[in-house]
Structure formats: structure tokens, C-alpha cells
């Protein structure tokens, strides 16, 4: 079949259909990699699924019985070993190697293998005090966070880097003494605050840069003392500040309504988030060239269908990934080299690798560590792994699994808790589970503790004694508590307490972080046809191209 013939395909999952592009079908040849039988969007959900961002709770190792912080699902499908203890010598991934049975699937055979190799549990390493973590990396003292580099004094917070004695942000980097803020760079004492680079000491920021003592701005650059874009002198600014009483919960509740309909009614928004990219497509893009349907991707070139990585080079299909070259439908591996089809990997010319570190010439392994010539943990000579994975491969094609990416039922956990979720929460609990997922539903039972709107509404009354106080969140019924150094926290910078799950507060945020697909829109200076990362239903009133929008906000 002509490539001109095979663009047009109907996914497998989704049943739309879905073309492939001349870029992609070079680069599925360079990487070795099958053409797909489901879209672009159904292969980063399946990839994401495997991701887990779920909930906290506690546990013992299956090796030592010692204490241990996971976000993995209580029913686990595989032992747990705290992440020391997986990288340590008191086991070794090996003795669980099996034969290959050809009357049988092989997803059936390698899940099964999973199903006995210890995991780890969590990821990350080189972490002082960050055990209420996961995905965390050379941090210290961090509280109920994920996905972060260098961060220290980081509680409640998603996807930060260089992040210090901060609380509930989002997708931020080099920031101190912040609280709420999504998507803000290099920043001191910043709260509630959107896009926004370079500022101090203010409340409320939409896209403003290098800003000082400034409330409910947007699109500023170089300001001080403004409130809602009008200048003041500093006593008039301070006085006003003062009065705002921001450390009252319903206060500030009104504040953020009046934000986010000024964001809507009055900023002028680009119409990507891009910067340094040639000839390159999606949002969030830093320093790509050649790079395609792509999102939250940095210093990468000549890649396809990737999301959320760095230093991509001719990948597709790859997602979670960093450091990486040649990968072809891969998830969250870092370090990699020509992998295919491999999910938590960092090897090299091999496939179907879930957990193993520092692999060549694998096929279908779990938990290996710098091991070659191996197929489903069981160690061959080379002209015998060769043989033997050639009639995998045939039968797999057979069966029509190779090519496909690891199934739904090895993934670690519920699908409504992990990352993918995050990007996709329109999906129905019977849709995954009919691809072989899993799912949790809410837990129906009365969870113990004070209602949050019970709290007092100004910090200045909270008292000493409600950090022994369980709260439960009203939205979804899950218990948490305010920490000490959480209060005082609160109580330094005039923060009411949040009446929301930290969890829950995270996914909110996110829902700003993680659009996909752009809209089409006209320019708001030149009415040009312009297509915009902004969801029609978001009710943006103001957006710009590329062009007009550094002509008259830079």
C-alpha cells in the first residue's frame, strides 16, 4: 500500500478519523516504528494513562515491611518496594525471566511478568524531606507535590522547577514566596497570578512582565504601583492595598471573579505561548525547530506528536520524554536512544521495556537494570535473541498487537487518576474499562471532619488548634488537613485558608496548562484568520497573532 493511501485511517479507539502526514511517515521509517491504528490524541491518553498522578496514602515495602509514601493504588497489581531498596542489590529483576509461549499473547506474557517484578514507590531521586512526593528530582523538604526539579519549601504544587518556599503553583519556574500562581517565571512574592515573568509584591497579574507592587493588572510591562492598569503614586497604592483585606477568604473569592472576567473581557492574549521556534506547531514550544504537534516541548527539533519534554530529537509518538532520540511511541523516558513501544525506560535499541534502566538489545523486560540480549526478563546469546525475537514479532503481527503501545491493563492504576486525565476529563469510566483500563469511583462513605465552609473566613481568627482539625473538601468529600508550617505560611503573607483538596486545586489550575488543540479566531487588531490555544467556552474576548500582539503589548 502507497503511503498517499494509508493518510487517511480510522482510529481504533475513538472510531475518527485521522490522516498522516508526509513529516510523520519519514519519521516512523527512521525510527522503525509501525504506522499507527489509533490518532494522535487516543495514543498520548494511552501514553499518559501510565502516569499516575493519584492520591497520597500510605504504605510498607514488600521487601522490608518498612514505611513508605506512594501514590500507587492500594490494590496494586505488583509488589512494592521503596525506591532505595528497587535500586539496591536485595533483588534482582532477573529471577522472574520466563519462556516465551507462542500459543499465547504476548501482552498476556509480559503483563504477567509485570505482575511479579517489584516497582518502585516513587520516582525521582537525590530528594532530602520529600517523601509526601512523587516524580520529584534533587529536592528538598517538599509536601504533597509532583513533577518538579530543584524546588525546596514546595507544598501542593504540579510541575515546577526552581520553585522555593512556595504553595499551590502550577507549571512555575524560578519562583520564591508565591502562592497560586500558574505559569509564572522568575518571580518573588507573586500571587494569584497568570503567565506572567519577572515580577514582585504583586496580586492578581494577567501576561505582565518585570511588574512591581501592582493589583489586578494585565498585559503591563515595566510597571509599578497600578491597580487594574491605573497608575498611582505608592501611599495611594499602599492605602488601597489595605483595604482590599485580602486576608478574607470571601474577599478574595470576589477578587478572582473579577480577575478572571477581566482576563476574558479586557487582556489581549497571543495566540500561542511559543518562543524561539521555527517551523514548528503547537503550544508552550521553547527553542524547537521542526517540531509538529507538539505541546510543552523545549530545545527538541525534527519530532512529531510529542507532549511534555525536553531535548526531543527525531521522535514521534513520544510523550513524557526527556534527553531522548529516535523513540517511536514511547512514554515517560528519559535518557532513551532508538526505544519503540516502552513506557519508565532509559535504554537503548530495544522494546517493549517497561522500568528498565541502562538496556540494549531488550525485548518485552521489566525492571532490568544494564542488561542485554534479553527477552521477558530471561537472558539469551545474541544470535538466539535474535531468532527468537523475530518469531515474536510474527506472531504479535499476527495477532495484531506489534505496533501498538502497551495495552490499558498494564497501566499502574485508575485512568481518572493519572495524568491523562488531567488532559482528557471528558472520558467515560465505560470507555476505558472496555479497553481493559481501570477506574475509581468515589468512595461513598461519610468521611469524618469539619465542612470548609465552617472555617473562619479571615486568617487573623483562624486559631493554633486547626492544624488537629481534619477538613473535608465540599467538592469532592476527601479529607485533608492544614499543616504548621502551611499556617504560618498564611498567616505571613495574608492568605486565607483554601476551602478546596490540594489535589483538586491543582486539577483546576491545570485546566488552563493543558489545552491540546487550538480554535479559530480573528486577530483582534488585524481580523486576520488566526488559530488560538483558547477554548471557545473560555469566552476570550481579545486575541492577537503573533505579529500585532508583539506590536502592541512587547
Same mark, same amino acid.
Given at each position: 500500500m502507497s503511503q498517499t493511501e494509508q493518510k487517511i485511517r480510522t482510529c481504533r479507539h475513538c472510531k475518527a478519523d485521522f490522516s498522516i502526514q508526509p513529516g510523520e511517515f519519514s519519521l516512523y521509517e527512521k525510527t522503525g516504528a509501525e504506522l499507527p491504528e489509533i490518532c494522535a490524541d487516543c495514543r498520548l491518553k494511552q501514553h499518559f494513562a501510565f502516569w499516575l498522578f493519584g492520591r497520597f496514602r500510605k504504605g510498607k515495602s514488600d521487601l522490608s515491611g518498612e514505611n513508605l509514601i506512594t501514590v500507587l493504588p492500594e490494590e496494586n497489581r505488583y509488589p512494592i518496594y521503596k525506591l532505595k531498596e528497587w535500586h539496591g542489590d536485595a533483588w534482582d529483576a532477573m529471577q522472574y525471566g520466563q519462556e516465551y509461549n507462542s500459543s499465547r499473547s504476548f501482552f498476556e506474557q509480559l503483563k504477567e511478568l509485570q505482575e511479579k517484578v517489584p516497582h518502585p514507590h516513587q520516582n525521582g531521586s537525590k530528594n532530602t524531606g520529600c517523601d509526601w512526593c512523587d516524580d520529584v528530582w534533587n529536592c528538598k523538604n517538599c509536601y504533597l507535590s509532583r513533577s518538579m526539579e530543584q524546588c525546596e519549601d514546595l507544598y501542593y504544587s504540579y510541575r515546577n522547577i526552581k520553585v522555593r518556599n512556595s504553595f499551590d503553583m502550577s507549571v512555575c519556574f524560578d519562583c520564591e514566596k508565591s502562592y497560586a500562581c500558574g505559569e509564572c517565571h522568575n518571580s518573588f512574592h507573586l500571587f494569584y497570578s497568570w503567565h506572567s515573568r519577572d515580577c514582585i509584591d504583586s496580586h492578581f497579574l494577567y501576561d505582565c512582565r518585570n511588574c512591581q507592587n501592582c493589583f489586578m493588572c494585565f498585559n503591563l510591562r515595566g510597571?509599578? +504601583?497600578?491597580?487594574?492598569?491605573?497608575?498611582?503614586?505608592?501611599?495611594? +497604592? !499602599?492605602?488601597?492595598?489595605?483595604?482590599?483585606?485580602?486576608?478574607s477568604y470571601r474577599n478574595v473569592r470576589n477578587f478572582l471573579e473579577k480577575f478572571w472576567e477581566i482576563v476574558r473581557e479586557k487582556a489581549v492574549h497571543r495566540s500561542s505561548f511559543n518562543f524561539k521556534t521555527y517551523d514548528s506547531d503547537g503550544d508552550y514550544l521553547e527553542n524547537t525547530k521542526n517540531c509538529h504537534n507538539c505541546n510543552t516541548l523545549s530545545d527538541s527539533e525534527d519530532s512529531w506528536n510529542c507532549a511534555r519534554g525536553m531535548r526531543h530529537k527525531s521522535n514521534i509518538d513520544a510523550n513524557g520524554c526527556w534527553y531522548a532520540e529516535l523513540l517511536g511511541n514511547c512514554a515517560n523516558s528519559v535518557n532513551a536512544y532508538a526505544q519503540k513501544y516502552s513506557n519508565w525506560s532509559s535504554s537503548r535499541y530495544s522494546e517493549y521495556l517497561d522500568l528498565c534502566i541502562e538496556c540494549e538489545y531488550c525485548f518485552g523486560c521489566v525492571g532490568l537494570k544494564k542488561k542485554k540480549y534479553c527477552i521477558l526478563n530471561k537472558q539469551y546469546e545474541k544470535k538466539e535473541y535474535e531468532k527468537l525475537r523475530e518469531k515474536i514479532v510474527a506472531d504479535m503481527r499476527k495477532r495484531g498487537e506489534y505496533g501498538q503501545f502497551l495495552p490499558y491493563s498494564m497501566s499502574p492504576g485508575p485512568f481518572n487518576l493519572s495524568t491523562s486525565f488531567l488532559y482528557f476529563p471528558e472520558t467515560k469510566k465505560e470507555d476505558i474499562l472496555a479497553l481493559g483500563g481501570y477506574w475509581e469511583d468515589p468512595n461513598s462513605e461519610k468521611i469524618e471532619g469539619m465542612p470548609t465552609d465552617e472555617l473562619p473566613d479571615n486568617i487573623k481568627d483562624v486559631p493554633d488548634s486547626i492544624v488537629t482539625q481534619p477538613l473535608v473538601c465540599p467538592e469532592t468529600g476527601w479529607r485533608f488537613n492544614i499543616a504548621q508550617n502551611e499556617l504560618s505560611f498564611y498567616r505571613e503573607n495574608n492568605i486565607p485558608l483554601p476551602r478546596l483538596h490540594f489535589d483538586l486545586r491543582i486539577r483546576k489550575a491545570l485546566k488552563y496548562l493543558t !489545552?491540546?488543540?487550538?480554535s479559530p479566531y480573528k486577530c483582534f487588531y488585524c481580523q486576520k484568520d488566526i488559530i488560538a490555544y483558547y477554548p471557545s467556552e473560555w469566552g476570550y474576548k481579545n486575541i492577537a497573532c503573533e505579529e500585532c500582539y508583539k506590536q502592541n503589548i512587547n
Open positions: 510597571k509599578n +504601583y497600578c491597580i487594574e492598569n491605573e497608575q498611582y503614586t505608592e501611599e495611594e +497604592y !499602599v492605602e488601597k492595598l489595605k483595604s482590599y483585606e485580602l486576608g !489545552v491540546l488543540h487550538p
